[in-house]
């Protein structure tokens, strides 16, 4: 496969992925809003979109700036937006390495998205957010029932997991005070919204109760989001994940290179950690830690097959 | 003026007789609620013409007619064997040009319109390309005047597009009428793609063992005919490389993989020649392949089409086209050409700019309609400043009577109304040669427009051809 559209398709699926966790950012946002005594919610939006930081030190900052930011700003290369335009973009440029399934449904309605004013999107704000989740859920489901399960595929799957486990690790890295144990002791109906806001921005509530029977506690939702094996946006799982297609990839081409090495490190690290001895020794520092391998990962992956 | 569906008494032509019965059986209401669906459609699946940096809508989509250009079978033998005929001879004329020159030497044609022509490349002189093949696809433009006579009114030797159009109005027509197809014989078109990669793998490097790795070299996303690109790729099964997969190494072609370097043996390249070596073209191309032209000298790669093939489309030489098929094939003509008068004769000079009002001026090396006056469409202002263009350069240009091109039945904005449509089919020249039955009808949507050109404002409509 040429080197240009095994990056093509990594990316596209980075950017697929990245706009729908702005999107589910952006829901849990607004449900925060909605509670009494909520105010600072937006900002730790804008920080765990990456992409915002300097809104959320801002301290004049509305609502309306962080979402237009994280929705349609053009100058934002991050924007749900931006996301779409550019999977699109990498998907024109790679017309042949996609069925035409997956095309479509990416340039469908895209120029509704490309036309929408500011005012018009915060009106319809959840509207437009379940757009841009479907939008995401068509192209994988267009993937998974479509694409030939070569290296492309691989690639494509491959930028997803990255930017999921990315997302995950960075909504912990802005969120982990409020699962360190001492706000366990303030406890408090305050609390516990911010404990389900953070499964909330994963999709994971439902996820959660049926693994933990309801039953919310700083610890259970950390090690749900970290080391679970079976949820899909946890850490471990998707680290399983890129070391199986990571596997697939040394296969074809009968060659390992430093990016294996990393992810099957982490994978270990991931397997021999409790949440206990996670707290123990830091949360923070191991999410930080984490946010740190994936970025190298990236780059050697990258590295590896020439992009 | 001649009309494809009716003759001047009202009766419909025998080619027309189910498009006729399905007009007023359908009804233009219901027709014009298909038109908006074949919109969506088109702009679904990503069907669109980019123009660039001419503000608007960046991709735009070609006008599509929904109703059908038809040939009758022995319309379309006649054309069949004269497309054949005259891509044969322009590659004659290609390798001739850049060999022994007999042509010239004949006094067929004039020395100095070869030799001394931009199109004219001399670093092609003594290069032997496999099958001596220099135009791999040959887009012939032809109108019709009346019901016996096809011109030709232009040849496209170097990469004509407008074959997706062709593949794709037909899968969007088979899509939206189905019963259209199930009640009438029309030759199917699906093969070309195939016909096109058999091509390619007959015109590999003699050195080549084994399958042939063949490319689409493309400029990128934002070309015009970018989806063009891709679509054949995609249909081929062929990598589509942007100039910056390839590189050349040890005077051979390779583009980069995650498997690292793969060896390339074809390239259709949809690049024109200045823009695809910068080494041996335009230094200040950002596009192109170091090294590739002389990999190619060496005979390490095809390049499809050859560097230099727009010599045989040049407007100038094409009023030789006639004397071509004598001169190398020993036969006549079964297309004619328009009646062509070249500005850089002063007697032919004399004549066109006595008569500016009455004639179609065209740039020698101008293409898509830009830069061309239709004198009785043209204003006061319009055809003096052509008057002036052609006193100072007189060698730029030929001019032509304007034609009365034949119409067909288009659904308009207020009405389903006549417009004027030209024809491109593409010919495949390898080891054989191969003619898809069918190709680009261009409709000209503005009512009395001769302008059919795409980058002009026309449309398209899928081409008919009926089996006996």
Request: overall charge negative; charged content about 25%; glycine content about 8%.
């Amino acid at each position: 496969m040429l080197s240009r559209t095994a990056q093509n398709l990594f990316w596209m699926g980075r950017y697929i992925e990245r706009a729908e966790a702005t999107a589910r950012l952006i829901e849990m946002g607004r449900r925060m809003t909605m509670l009494p005594g909520a105010n600072d919610e937006w900002r730790s939006v804008a920080r765990a979109s990456g992409c915002a930081s300097d809104l959320a030190d801002d301290p004049g900052i509305a609502a309306q700036d962080i979402i237009f930011r994280l929705l349609l700003d053009p100058e934002n290369p991050s924007s749900i937006r931006c996301c779409i335009s550019q999977a699109r973009a990498n998907a024109k440029a790679v017309r042949t390495a996609l069925t035409s399934d997956m095309w479509e449904s990416l340039n469908d309605q895209w120029r509704l998205l490309e036309t929408l004013d500011g005012d018009e999107a915060l009106a319809d704000l959840p509207i437009w957010l379940d757009w841009a989740k479907q939008r995401a859920a068509a192209f994988r489901g267009a993937a998974e029932t479509s694409l030939l399960r070569n290296e492309g595929y691989v690639f494509l799957r491959l930028g997803e997991l990255i930017e999921r486990v990315e997302m995950t690790l960075r909504l912990l890295d802005v969120k982990y005070y409020v699962l360190l144990p001492e706000t366990d002791v303030v406890g408090g109906g305050r609390d516990f919204h911010q404990w389900t806001a953070v499964l909330r921005a994963t999709s994971a509530m439902r996820a959660y109760h049926h693994v933990y029977r309801g039953d919310y506690t700083p610890w259970g939702i950390a090690e749900f989001l970290i080391l679970s094996r079976i949820f899909p946006r946890s850490a471990h799982y998707c680290y399983l994940q890129i070391d199986r297609r990571l596997g697939e990839l040394a296969a074809m081409h009968g060659q390992r290179f430093p990016c294996h090495r990393t992810a099957g490190d982490m994978v270990a690290r991931l397997a021999d950690t409790d949440i206990q001895a996670l707290f123990q020794s830091g949360l923070h520092e191991f999410v930080g830690d984490g946010i740190r391998v994936t970025n190298r990962l990236s780059t050697e992956i990258s590295r590896a097959y020439h992009f | 003026m001649f009309d494809e569906m009716r003759t001047q008494e009202g009766a419909v032509r025998a080619p027309y007789q189910a498009i006729a019965e399905w007009l007023s059986a359908t009804g233009e209401a219901a027709l014009r609620g298909r038109q908006a669906e074949a919109e969506a459609l088109f702009r679904r699946i990503g069907i669109t013409f980019a123009v660039y940096g001419e503000g608007g809508d960046p991709e735009r989509l070609i006008p599509f007619d929904l109703i059908p250009r038809v040939f009758g079978a022995s319309e379309w033998r006649r054309l069949s064997r004269g497309v054949r005929q005259r891509a044969r001879a322009l590659n004659a004329f290609l390798y001739d040009v850049y060999h022994r020159g007999e042509i010239l030497k004949a006094g067929i044609v004039p020395e100095a319109l070869v030799y001394q022509n931009e199109a004219f490349l001399p670093a092609m002189v003594g290069v032997d390309p496999p099958g001596r093949v220099y135009s791999h696809v040959v887009g012939v433009d032809i109108v019709r005047t009346d019901s016996t006579h096809f011109q030709v009114l232009e040849d496209n030797c170097r990469t004509p597009s407008g074959v997706s159009y062709m593949l794709e109005n037909r899968e969007i027509m088979m899509r939206m009428f189905p019963q259209l197809f199930a009640t009438n014989a029309v030759e199917s078109i699906d093969e070309y793609p195939s016909q096109l990669k058999r091509t390619l793998q007959e015109v590999a490097p003699p050195a080549c063992k084994g399958e042939p790795n063949i490319v689409l070299l493309t400029p990128g996303p934002l070309n015009s005919a970018y989806y063009e690109h891709s679509f054949l790729a995609d249909l081929m099964g062929v990598e589509l490389v942007e100039p910056g997969d390839l590189f050349v190494d040890e005077g051979k072609v390779w583009m980069r993989t995650t498997r690292g370097p793969q060896r390339v043996d074809v390239i259709y390249r949809r690049i024109d020649d200045a823009y695809i070596d910068p080494l041996a073209f335009r230094a200040d191309s950002l596009l192109g392949v170091a090294g590739l032209f002389s990999a190619y000298r060496a005979g390490t790669v095809t390049l499809c089409s050859a560097p230099g093939a727009g010599i045989a489309d040049d407007k100038a030489i094409y009023v030789f086209t006639p004397e071509m098929i004598r001169f190398y094939l020993g036969e006549e003509p079964i297309l004619k050409n328009v009646l062509t008068w070249r500005c850089a004769d002063a007697g032919e000079r004399d004549h066109v700019l006595a008569n500016l009002k009455d004639l179609v001026v065209k740039r020698v090396h101008g293409s898509g309609g830009y830069g061309m006056l239709i004198g009785p469409h043209a204003s006061k202002k319009e055809i003096a400043s052509f008057r002036q263009q052609i006193l100072a350069a007189p060698d730029d240009f030929i001019a032509q009577p304007t034609l009365e091109l034949s119409s067909a039945p288009t659904l308009c904005a207020d009405s389903i109304d006549a417009r004027h449509v030209d024809f491109r089919p593409f010919c495949l020249v390898g080891r054989e040669i191969r003619l898809t039955p069918g190709g680009l009808t261009r409709v000209a949507m503005r009512k009395g427009s001769l302008v059919v050109n795409s980058s002009q404002g026309g449309g398209v409509k899928d081409t008919w051809v009926l089996s006996d």
